[in-house]
């Protein structure tokens, strides 16, 4: 468990891969080397969960309570890296598809006359960027948000950037993690201080961003549509 890669390969050993998380609720443990080895039951746990729920196709000598031949081994550490591989490849994608958003976002502001000033803890709204400023990902009352600008009606816009892969996966994207940070934003500083937004790039689902929309009062903007975002921040300078 010390080493990042074993812990990985460990956590592959079974089908589907299950992740660290999932692992220490399923054994109420840590796995935290030092604990594990002031606590060798939570080992003794941990080990019996993965035995229960090893890939059989990949490691059929385990299971046969035998050792592995030439052939077994190499079938077996091809297609386990090949699992790894293709987690590692999705999870780079998602975030340099975020990071690349985020840019985008940040060039925007610049584009409309906003300054980028250094990142901070933001606790109250008095800590928040002055109108025209802007940040890049901080803690916004307790919760993060990708980017955060203030209006020159002095709004507090907590911009999240989001990119799903599939319908389903929007939910999680959306409605559990942006929603819930409105939530905490809105509850925290008042809805006249604060707009939560979502910038959102890939596939999403409709019910997903009606609800975000209605229930959690997010608004949201897509990727490829980055004007309609800057049509809201003009209107804001109107208004005021």
């Known amino acids: 468990m010390g080493d990042e890669d074993h812990r990985r390969a460990f956590c592959y050993l079974s089908a589907p891969p299950i992740s660290e998380d999932d692992l220490r609720t399923l054994a109420e443990a840590s796995l935290s080397p030092g604990t594990l080895r002031r606590r060798p039951e939570d080992a003794s746990r941990i080990r019996d969960i993965i035995f229960r729920i090893m890939d059989p196709h990949r490691f059929p000598w385990v299971m046969q309570g035998r050792l592995p031949n030439a052939e077994e081994k190499a079938a077996a550490i091809v297609a386990s890296a090949a699992l790894v591989a293709a987690r590692k490849v999705e999870t780079f994608r998602r975030n340099d598809a975020k990071d690349r958003q985020e840019q985008k976002v940040k060039d925007l502001l610049v584009k409309l006359g906003f300054t980028e000033v250094k990142k901070r803890k933001i606790p109250t709204a008095a800590q928040a960027p002055k109108p025209s400023e802007f940040m890049g990902e901080a803690a916004l009352a307790g919760a993060k948000a990708d980017v955060i600008a203030t209006l020159s009606d002095g709004r507090i816009l907590a911009i999240e950037c989001k990119v799903s892969n599939s319908a389903v996966n929007s939910y999680k994207r959306l409605v559990h993690d942006t929603g819930g940070k409105a ?8 809805r006249a201080n604060v707009l939560a937004m979502a910038v959102m790039s890939g ?34 300078r109107k208004s005021t």
Do not use: H
């Open 203 to 236: 596939v999403f689902s409709p019910a997903n961003c009606m609800t975000v929309q209605n229930d959690k009062n997010v608004f949201l903007f897509w990727d490829f549509r980055l004007e309609d975002l800057a049509q809201f921040i003009e209107n804001t």
């Open 183 to 190: 939530t905490i934003w809105y509850d925290q500083l008042g």
